[in-house]
């Protein structure tokens, strides 16, 4: 690469930084965010202070994410993969260091006091500790801490995994951090702000880790072009996403078309007009650079990826400045007070009807998101197989669409809706995710034809094929894949869900409903793939012990559902016995309504993976039989001769 090329790349990484802070400042003063406060003013110190340290952390944060990335998922074992690990390593300390004075700095803004005086000691133990925003940012720099540790400690995708994973919880609770738990949509915006954060940290910093991988010559000039290809995928992908969540967030928090014209509405167009400049960057990088990117044509490449780091740190200031602005409409709600609004934050619902759980809607973008491109890569898989003449069954591509179709709508549609209002609708909520939906999606066997239709990487690498390969044949994978584990896991956490304090937390806390739904579809996924699955993993037990499996499992569910009819009982009674609802049964009754719900529809799919198992040990039976007369009629029944020759030597030899 040229020299004046290196110089733009290593000028353009600091560079980011500054104008991303200059940004921060013009934004902060546009919209007057950082003005003091008439009450219980924290000072400027802690008012500019906040948004500063939010700012580096953020850079910080989206390097992190963004040199694990490329260790798991784009560079070969090696020197490179050290390389991003240590990169990250040293930029989530940095994050770790701006987390904890983004904490000092919101104790001292929310509390009105400034740093320096006498009773912010005890103060910000009490905001760390007893305020849930606090406890939030507290969670973040002991996340981050451990991502690091990681980062540092390791050598391995498998360890760069790790830390992604501890990075992606750490993003989790700052944006559960970042809306309020007493404004409306407050789910959605919680989903919305995730996703948003992270695309654009694995865009961002993905990019600059890439910059500061080739400037330390850490990044061999042979495996730039594989790199730059695969990150331009992924910033497809994650381009779409920071763009979806930000117009949900920007319509929850401008309230209608007028929100445009106030101070924050202009913001918002500045934002987007330099997120339109990035596309057009992306667009070039696709259709002009990344096409004819050699090894040794590799200077155009970075001089444009100096300009787009540079126009991602404006980005990123006039993000963080929208962030610390007061919005037209930050989702809050209007109308009386009432309790099942103090309890979950929202209005209560109408009474429920079978229209009303097809027509009203709660949506939670994460799995929307998750809904929509499910599908798409799915049927993208399929029309690969097909143009290189090969062949997958309609069925089952059928089946994969309601299974997606169907989880949208438990989780974005009227049970999601009633389900944080009645015992009765979340209980519908899981068993149709636990049951039903993976009833469908094994069918579709989207295990099967990912490993068909992913391409296998040749350089020591881990692409989507690698590591689907990976967590299958890991020691975990094929632990809960069991199917006496699968079976245990997907009867006894429901008891361990409900009669614990789990059930409270995912009705309080959007991170505590996500883990409720991955946990629970994931459980029914692995029940049901191990008893009529063609999806990898460990060997299937025979048709007898599956029927016995499939049996005792639903015993274990009557029981359960009948335990809950006859509970006088209330579960999470500070959260159903206080929502003071006009219409239906008590909380009790409609707790032992769910019971029924338990017991009833568990059986529905119960039985059909019954007749399933065996239809398919009757066909497999049919099977045998062709296949042993099919060798008959090769070797002339020679088994058949054998036996009878041994029986007839057995009979000579009595009577001699």
């Not at 501890?166 to 789910?187: I, K």
């Not at 042979?222 to 994650?238: K, N, Q």
């Not at 096409?291 to 993000?319: D, K, Y």
């Not at 989207?446 to 881990?462: C, F, M």
């Amino acid at each position: 690469m040229p020299a004046h090329t290196r110089r733009w790349l290593f000028a353009a990484l600091p560079a980011a930084l500054l104008i991303a802070l200059i940004a921060l400042v013009v934004a902060g003063l546009w919209t007057s965010a950082f003005s003091p406060v008439p009450l219980l003013d924290a000072g400027p110190v802690s008012r500019w202070g906040l948004p500063a340290a939010t700012a580096v952390g953020e850079l910080a944060g989206a390097v992190t994410l963004g040199a694990v990335f490329l260790a798991a998922a784009v560079l070969s074992s090696g020197t490179a993969t050290r390389a991003a690990l240590m990169t990250a390593g040293v930029a989530g300390s940095v994050w770790t260091v701006a987390a904890v004075v983004r904490l000092l700095f919101n104790a001292s803004v929310a509390m009105g006091t400034p740093l320096n005086a006498p009773g912010f000691g005890a103060g910000i133990e009490l905001f760390a500790t007893r305020v849930e925003g606090g406890r939030s940012l507290l969670i973040v720099p002991v996340l981050v801490c451990l991502a690091a540790t990681v980062a540092l400690g390791s050598t391995t995708a498998t360890g760069a995994a790790w830390a992604g994973a501890l990075s992606l919880a750490a993003l989790g609770v700052q944006a559960s951090a970042g809306h309020s738990a007493s404004a409306g949509n407050h789910m959605l915006a919680i989903s919305a702000l995730f996703l948003h954060l992270t695309g654009a940290a694995l865009w961002i910093g993905s990019l600059a880790a890439l910059g500061i991988l080739w400037l330390s010559g850490r990044l061999a000039a042979t495996a730039v072009p594989d790199a730059v290809r695969r990150f331009s995928s992924m910033a497809g992908w994650a381009y779409v996403l920071v763009a979806l969540s930000g117009v949900v967030t920007a319509i929850l928090r401008l309230g209608g078309w007028s929100g445009l014209g106030t101070r924050y509405g202009v913001l918002v167009l500045v934002k987007v007009a330099l997120f339109g400049v990035l596309g057009v960057f992306g667009l070039v990088h696709r259709r002009r650079v990344i096409t004819s990117l050699t090894t040794v044509r590799s200077a155009a490449f970075w001089r444009l990826a100096a300009v787009e780091i540079l126009v991602m740190g404006a980005v990123s200031g006039v993000a963080v400045a929208l962030a610390s602005s007061a919005p037209p409409s930050d989702g809050v709600l209007t109308g009386p007070v009432t309790a099942a609004r103090l309890v979950t934050g929202l209005n209560l619902p109408p009474q429920p009807s079978l229209a009303r759980y097809f027509t009203t809607w709660n949506p939670d973008f994460l799995f929307a998101c998750v809904s929509i491109a499910g599908l798409y890569v799915y049927l993208r898989w399929v029309r690969r197989l097909r143009r290189r003449g090969d062949d997958w069954p309609w069925g089952r591509t059928v089946s994969w669409c309601v299974g997606l179709v169907v989880f949208a709508w438990v989780t974005s549609g009227g049970p999601a809706l009633y389900g944080h209002i009645l015992f009765s609708s979340h209980m519908l909520q899981h068993m149709l995710l636990a049951m039903v939906v993976p009833l469908f999606v094994v069918s579709g066997a989207p295990v099967t034809l990912a490993l068909r239709a992913l391409p296998a990487r040749k350089d020591g690498s881990r692409g989507p094929r690698e590591w689907l390969l990976t967590i299958v044949h890991s020691r975990w994978g094929t632990f809960f894949a069991n199917p006496i584990v699968a079976a245990v896991n997907f009867a006894g956490s429901m008891v361990v869900f409900y009669y614990t304090p789990a059930f409270e937390y995912a009705l309080r806390t959007e991170i505590g409903h996500a883990a409720m739904v991955v946990h629970f579809s994931l459980a029914g996924y692995l029940f049901a793939n191990a008893l009529i699955g063609i999806d990898p993993g460990p060997a299937r037990p025979g048709y007898p012990q599956r029927l016995l499996l499939l049996l005792s499992t639903m015993a274990f569910h009557a029981f359960f559902g009948v335990s809950l009819m006859s509970s006088d009982t209330l579960l999470v009674a500070n959260w159903f016995g206080l929502l003071g609802r006009p219409w239906g049964g008590s909380a009790i009754a409609d707790q032992q309504a769910g019971g029924e719900i338990a017991w009833g529809l568990g059986e529905v799919p119960t039985i059909v993976l019954a007749i399933i198992v065996a239809v398919r040990w009757s066909a497999a039976d049919g099977r045998d039989a062709r296949r042993k007369d099919r060798q008959a009629d090769r070797d002339g029944d020679a088994e058949l001769q054998d036996y009878n020759a041994m029986l007839s030597g057995l009979s000579e030899r009595d009577r001699a």
